[in-house]
């Protein structure tokens, strides 16, 4: 099945630095790749996803790259703020589409 | 629309005691499923449903039951739980195929087994 590495597991910034997560997948296959955040205590939400077929995508701060060859894409948000600190977990879909599988997540911390 | 309720938010079993976890949808997604989550593990999928009357394991599928009799419910089951399954549980559902689309999680269910 799909396996998806996350790094790194902790990343502390200061406001107003950029940050970037880097995520791993193992199925060339896979053609759905979204991030999603989580505050200390709500559910996981949906911020960005990127497809296959595209190499970039941007939404406002943050932003998503994905390079298939390389079987890697990252997350990328610029202008940090101190809501921006949260877990964040990407994901990559398996083999026939019906389910994502999940890195271990980055918790970011954006120090005022 | 309420999105995904899941019932209990909080729960607490003894070892061997068994429950159920409710989760119901009211965006006719027929896509739903089952995660847990643990300190420094991530999401882990447990069941899934990709319509009423279909289910499939995920990757941690032992000790936990689902069914899928309508589109709206999807309960999980523990038949005797164990300490092994504290954990926080998501309900999520979906309007495509639970990998080609949004996931819409629930609050989350959070289970002690003492």
């Known amino acids: 099945g799909e396996n998806v590495e996350q790094h790194p597991s902790t990343l502390s910034v200061q406001e107003g630095d950029s940050a970037v997560i880097k995520c791993t997948y193992s199925?060339?296959?896979?053609?759905?790749f979204p991030w999603y955040k989580q505050e200390l205590g709500k559910r996981p939400q949906l911020i960005i996803d990127?497809?296959?077929?595209?190499g970039e995508k941007k939404d406002q701060r943050i932003a998503v790259t994905l390079n298939k060859t390389a079987k890697h894409f990252s997350l990328h948000i610029t202008e940090t703020q101190p809501e921006d600190s949260a877990v964040y977990f990407c994901a990559a879909n398996a083999t026939g589409y019906s389910t994502l599988t999940f890195g271990k997540g980055t918790m970011l911390l954006v120090s005022p | 629309n309420a999105g995904v309720t899941q019932t209990p938010k909080f729960q607490v079993l003894k070892t061997g005691q068994s429950m159920t976890l409710q989760c119901a949808q009211d965006?006719?997604?027929?896509?739903m499923s089952w995660y847990r989550q643990d300190p420094g593990m991530g999401l882990r999928l447990i069941h899934y449903?990709?319509?009423?009357?279909?289910?499939d394991q995920g990757e941690v599928p032992n000790g936990y039951n689902v069914s899928r009799s309508t589109t709206e419910d999807f309960p999980l089951r523990l038949l005797s739980a164990a300490p092994s399954q504290t954990s926080v549980y998501f309900c999520?559902?979906?309007?495509?195929?639970?990998?080609?689309?949004?996931?819409?999680f629930g609050e989350g269910s959070r289970l002690t087994v003492l």
């Open positions: 965006m006719n997604h027929e896509y």
């Open positions: 449903s990709v319509g009423a009357g279909i289910t």
């Open positions: 999520a559902s979906s309007y495509s195929r639970g990998g080609a689309g949004e996931l819409f």
């Open positions: 990127i497809r296959s077929n595209v």
């Open positions: 199925d060339s296959a896979s053609n759905y």
